[in-house]
Each structure stands twice: as structure tokens, then as C-alpha cells.
């Protein structure tokens, strides 16, 4: 087990520098985007693309360049996020399994075919309805009452085009089955309740998100959003968090199944949010969320991805978790937060009953939307 303890501190250390970038190519066939001065890299509607680029990629531990086309489209309804395929994985239970392609670059593997993330606009729409942050680098500008955040919307579809983007239909008479016999990891990770199909008696059994740093941060599987034919919001349906009949936390969630904020908020990466991005297979960075106080990371091990989570207990203290998604390790520590100083301290860190125990120190390191910690030193105690 000390290889094991040793090579999870390695791998925070390094988490806690690398960062994953989103290179954008404007692409305006239409010339809608040239009308308003879209194409201008200098404009609003880049720069607040580029800054949901960086808000996005903080939380990715990963030095790779994620490449994306954002397409003028008038026959799209607003925004559109979606993916193109990475590595084949082979068949499972009769059906490919393919990686999005942004994926299999964040993991190191050779991408032949891009942009891995395709962002399709409808510019008369965003114009109308959506605000361009007019300082887009800090997020500090003020929403107007009405209008949509811009950078929301662009973190949102690039999520999507990460890989929550369910490959199953949701027409009634072909539900829960899989376009052209393919499934993405996202898709590997998702059941139905009750009998495991998706209706019961005529009733719907909910899709589940069943990944095991999502189901952490939840306590249990994540409902995905399912709403009848004939509702707006029926295109939603199992790509996203939840949906307009739920209550705080989800309807804020980045992921949301529900209407975007029109009241002058913004939607930034929630603790569930970010449980997706990792279960999917990103080495996600260590992202402290003061709302709730947790501190969620996850690190992969050799090909094995570890979940860690911090839970505030009261303004001072927290305790700290590790599982494992196919294991039982665990990890345990007698941690403590000093917010004067934005130090946080867990002493004693031991996974499992190695004999192992290290003293381990992160500072806290002010980011855009939430707050991060680097690791700060790991000291091996005699």
C-alpha cells in the first residue's frame, strides 16, 4: 500500500498545475457571426467563450489542448454542444463503446479526426437572448434582468460536448434504446430504476446516473432528466441534472434540466457537475466549493479513478474520504482549515491499514467562479 499512498500525493502535486485548453475556430458560413463582429477575436462574444474555456479547464487536470468549433447555425433553436468520436473502445454486450474524442485526448491518446467539441450557435437568437459578460475575464460584469449569462451557456454545451450527451432515444415507442448500437462512457454509467427497463406497468422508471463520485456527492444515483412529449423542455431528456420539478441543489447545477437563469444569476460547476466530468474518466483538479463546503478531486491511478472528497463540518474543521471505483480502499486523515491563511492541513493521512501516515498541507488559490487548492507539501512521517 505504499506505492499506492505515494503515488496519490504525486499525482495531486501535479493536478495541482496542469490545466486543460480550449482552443476555439469560428467558423460563419452564414456570415451571421461577421454581421455582428463575432469574428473579431477581440470581441465580447470570443472573449466570453475563451473565459468558459478557462473556468472549464481549471477543473481538468490535463496540459492537452481541447479543440472546438463554434459553427454559425441558423436551424439550431439556440445552442447546441456536441461531440465527435474518439477511441474505439470495442464492443460491450453487443454495442460500441466509444470515447468522446475530448476525452481521449485529455487521456494522452492519438486524435486523428478533429475539432473534439462542435458548438453550433443560432446567432439571432443569442443576440436576443443572451448577455455577453462585459468583463468576461473576472465574470464581473452585472446580468441584466431578462437575459441570459453567455458564459453559462458556453461552460454548459461544452460539458456536453465532453461527454454528457446520452446516446439513448427518448421517443416513446424506441425509449432508452441506443442510437446506431453505440454508447459513450456517460451512457456506461446510466439504468433505469425499479425492473431496469425503462417503463414498469405503463409507469416510467428513471434513468440513473450511477457513477461512483457522483453517488458520493449525491448519497445515492443522480436523477437525469426525463419530461414528457410535448413539454419544452423534452429535448433535455437524459443529458442533464434533474429537472423543473426539482428543488435546490439540482436546478442550480451547471447541468441543469430545467430554463437557464433570467433573474441575474449565473450558472458556474457544482459538486455534481464536476462528479460527472470525473466519472466519465477526467483527471479532475482539486475544486473547492464555498457554497456547500466541499472540496472534490479526483485522481487517476495507474488506470483507476480515485474520487476524494472534503466535507466542511463546521467553519474550521473538515473530514476528509477517498474511494475508489472499483476497490474498497479508503483513506482517512484528521484534517483542519485555517481560513485566515487559507491553509488546509490533514495530518496523519493513511490509506487502508498501510502503515504509511503523512502530514499533508494545501493552500487555498483564489480562482473565478469557485476556489481551488494546491498541494502545498507531503512530508512521509518516521
Known sequence: MRRLALILLGSLCSASVAAANFDFQFVDAESTFAQRGWMDSSSLFQRNFRAAGVLLGAAIASDQTITVEVRADANTAHFGGGLN?????GLQQGLHVLEPGALTRVLGGVRTNTPDIVVTVNAAFS????????????RGGVV??????????????????????????FDTATLGQ???????????????????????????????????????????????????????????????????????PYRTTLMNGCSVPVDGSRL???????????????????????DSGVLSTAVRLEGVMYGARLQRVDTQGYEFDLV???????????????????????????IND????????????????NLRFTLHS???LP
Open 85 to 89: 468520436f474518439g477511441l474505439d473502445r
Open 127 to 138: 443576440e436576443q437572448w443572451y448577455w455577453p459578460d462585459t468583463q468576461p475575464e473576472t
Open 144 to 169: 441584466p434582468q431578462g437575459k441570459t449569462d453567455l458564459i453559462s451557456i458556453v461552460m454548459h454545451e461544452l460539458v456536453h460536448g465532453l461527454g454528457v450527451s446520452a446516446r439513448r432515444s
Open 178 to 248: 441506443y442510437y446506431d448500437n453505440v454508447r459513450i462512457p456517460y451512457d456506461l454509467l446510466t439504468r433505469f430504476a425499479g425492473n431496469g427497463l425503462p417503463s414498469e406497468n405503463g409507469v416510467y422508471n428513471q434513468l440513473e446516473f450511477f457513477g461512483p463520485e457522483t453517488v458520493m456527492t449525491n448519497g445515492g444515483p443522480l436523477k437525469l432528466t426525463y419530461v414528457s412529449p410535448g413539454n419544452r423542455e423534452f429535448s433535455q431528456n437524459f443529458s442533464h441534472i434533474g429537472d423543473c420539478s426539482d428543488a435546490l
Open 268 to 290: 458556474k460547476l457544482t459538486p455534481y457537475d464536476l462528479g460527472l466530468i470525473a466519472d466519465m474518466g477526467y483527471p479532475v483538479r482539486s475544486v473547492f466549493f464555498a
Open 324 to 350: 475508489n471505483t472499483s476497490l474498497s480502499n479508503r483513506a482517512e486523515s484528521e484534517a483542519s482549515f485555517d481560513s485566515s491563511s487559507g491553509t488546509l492541513t490533514m495530518n496523519n493521512l493513511t
Open 354 to 369: 498501510s502503515p504509511q501516515r503523512y502530514n499533508v498541507v494545501m493552500k487555498l488559490v483564489p480562482n473565478v467562479s
Open 378 to 380: 507531503a512530508t512521509l
